[in-house]
Every structure is written in C-alpha cells, then in structure tokens.
C-alpha cells in the first residue's frame, strides 16, 4: 500500500493505492482508490470510473458561451473559432478533443480570459466576460489554474518560485507555503529540483512544474493543454488520478488531448473541434 498525499491550498487530498505508483500503468489504472479530505468528507473512487457530466444547471454553471467567436492569438481580427456554443457546469469534466489545428489552444485562452470573445456571450463562473470591466478580470483569472501546450514557465525562477508563484500572488505566507510546494513537486516526482532553472530541466520535467503551478492553489477551474504531451505512461496516469481528485472535490476540469489512451481509460464527455468550430458536446 503507497500513500501519497498532496495539500493544495490548506486541503490535504490523500490518495491510498494498493500497486505502488511505479508499477505498470495498466495495473494502476484498474486499482481502486481512497481520497480523503483533510477538511471534507472522504470519498471512493475509481481511478478508470466515470468522471461526472456538467448538470447544464443555469445557476451552477462553470462556463457557459453562447455563439463565440474569436480566439485570435495576436488580438486581431481574424477569428480562429466561430459560433461556439457550450456550458460545463461547476465540477464537470471535459476532454477537449479535435485535430491539431481544430482550435483547441484558441478556446481555451478564451475560456482563461486571455482572448477576447467576439460577439455572442461567455460567462466565467457567473461573471459575463464580454460585460465585465477589464478590470475586473484578474481576480476571476486567479480562480482559473491553466497548464500551457508550451509551459510558459518564467526562465529566471526556479522550479521552486514558478511552482510558489500562484501562492505568493494570493498573499499565502512564506511560511505557510514552503512545506505545500515542496509537497507537490515531490508528489510530480521532482524532490531535489526545486532550485533548478526551467531551461535544466527537461521537457517533461517542465510539463511537471507547469501542472504544478496550475494546481498549487486548487482553483476553482482547471484548463489543461496537452498535459501529458511529454509525460511517461506512468506519470500521465498520475496526473489523471490527480485530475479526477481535484474534479471530486469540486474542481472543473477541461484538458485537451490527442492522447487516446488516456481518453479511452477516463470515461468522460468530450467537446469536439473541427476546423474552429464545435462539431461534438456530450
Ligand atoms: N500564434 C499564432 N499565430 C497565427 N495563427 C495561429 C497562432 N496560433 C495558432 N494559430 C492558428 O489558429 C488555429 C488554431 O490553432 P490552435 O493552436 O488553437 O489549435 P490546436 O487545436 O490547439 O492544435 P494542436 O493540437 O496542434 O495544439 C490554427 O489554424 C493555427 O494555425
Ligand atoms: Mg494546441
């Protein structure tokens, strides 16, 4: 029996798994599985169990955006994505799914308010983004944890700081925040990097850091792209049990891939992309 346990943000998510986590990926994914809240009640899982679907509950939901269009990467005009339509409500699970240049990246800088949405409307955790104040927009951006396709870690912090970043922004003491990133990034398997810099590290490596700087402060919603692009079998299926615990405990989750087998193994719905457009949901 391995007990890994993770604190994000003041929660302790313990995670008891009868294979070692080393083991073979297909052992582990059929391995049931404990998790436990610190502060909330504990629940079993399943780690190849169903993810829960968005209810569609108008008050409850995480995004909702009616006939979008944009997602230009410059700011320009030129849309990338045209007349989306979806809603995921608060603890759904998304895959986001669609060939390499369907616009997966595009809709999710929409979604973490790095693109302007262009007509239609989008709503961010009740807050309607195409009305809000710019201004306005940060504080609801702190509450979205986003893992970039290309990392976008910062090249003169160390593992360590990048990992801290999300923390120290929200004001988390000092002293508060040591033991809970030197926790995640031994739980991604980066015990004795903290003090490295990104371009030390390797590729997957880097993936690591960046997951961990995307969950470090338990956000209310997760964006992940292409997480597992550089990661081993084994360490994707980490990352998956990590997702589902995060998505247990309320956390809405949406992760592009073109990994197969990770969507087969994680029965979830799927947004499906096509030339920019919305051609799948369910
Ligand atoms: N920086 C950029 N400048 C100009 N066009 C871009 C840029 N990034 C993406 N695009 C274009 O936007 C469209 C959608 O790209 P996007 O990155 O959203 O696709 P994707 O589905 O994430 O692809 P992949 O699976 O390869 O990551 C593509 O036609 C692409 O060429
Ligand atoms: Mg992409």
Known sequence: MVTCMIRLNGVALRYDAAVPARNSATASARNSATISARHGATVSARNSATMPAGSGDRAAAAFRVRDTSGGSPDGGSQDVLRDISFEVAQGGFRWLLGPSGAGKSSLLRLLHLAARPRGGAMEVLGVDVTKARRAALPALRQRIGMVFQD????????????????????????????????????????????????????????????????????????????????????????????????????????????????????????????????????
Not at 197 to 219: D, K, M, T, W, Y
Not at 240 to 268: F, P, Q, S
């Open 151 to 282: 990392f976008r870690l910062i090249a003169h912090l160390s593992a360590f700081d990048n990992v801290a970043l999300p923390q120290r922004l929200a004001g988390r003491p000092e002293t508060q925040l040591r033991a809970d990133v030197a926790e995640l990034l031994r739980w991604v398997g980066l015990e004795g990097k903290g003090d490295v810099l990104p371009q030390s590290l390797s590729g997957g490596e880097q993936q690591r850091v960046a997951i961990a700087r995307a969950v470090i402060n338990r956000p209310a919603l997760l964006l992940a792209d292409e997480p597992t692009g550089n990661l081993d079998d084994v360490q994707a299926q980490r990352l998956m049990r990590l997702l589902t615990e995060m998505n247990r405990h309320g956390t809405t989750v949406i992760v592009a891939t073109h990994n197969d087998a990770l969507v087969a193994r994680h029965k979830a719905p799927a947004l499906r992309l096509e030339h920019g457009r919305l051609v799948g949901d369910g």
